[in-house]
């Protein structure tokens, strides 16, 4: 225990990190196996999701949710509004930057709603129908939701196990 708490000077953060990510990447794993899906976009959206410190990770979560909402159902509409035409993709993405940054207005994850949006449109211009390409881009909104979701849980159980110091200064250390 010694060795551990040289390596890591007293701050256990980064283990707790890890613990969290491997119980939700697991989870993530196994459930993209029972639905047969590709557990990237969930895993991706369960790292940028979570935190060691449940305050911090709540906030991610409501920002990553939110901006990714809006990315994704902008990239629903232009696939069923243009189909599946790569013009829609810059298009698209230039409209959600602007909506986010403008309308929404929640900087933390921002760049999250034309990251989404590109990541719905690219699964809609895989599929070469509007139809197909719907499906598929919801397919993958589900996906990244579920990884906020799950990483949310994982964060939250981690947590409950093994809680860590707030990481802000009390007034007795000063």
Known sequence: MKTL???????????????????ATAVLWVLSQSVQSSPVWAISSMVATSDPLMKQAV???????????????????????GGPELVMLPIAMAITVL???????????????PISAAFVIAAGLEHHTRRNGLIA?????VEVLAGCIVGIIAAW????VWPLPD????????
Do not use: E
């Open 5 to 23: 708490d040289r390596l890591t000077k007293g701050d256990a953060h980064g283990i707790h990190y890890a613990v969290s990510i491997f119980f």
């Open 59 to 81: 906030l991610m979560m409501r920002a990553r949710i939110i901006n990714t909402v809006v990315g994704c159902l902008i990239g629903l509409l232009f696939i069923a509004a």
């Open 157 to 160: 159980a981690v947590s409950k």
């Open 99 to 113: 909506l986010s940054s403008y309308v929404i207005r929640i900087q933390t994850m921002w760049r999250q709603a």
């Open 167 to 174: 990481a802000t200064p009390d007034a007795s250390s000063k």
């Open 137 to 141: 881009g919801g397919d993958r909104m």
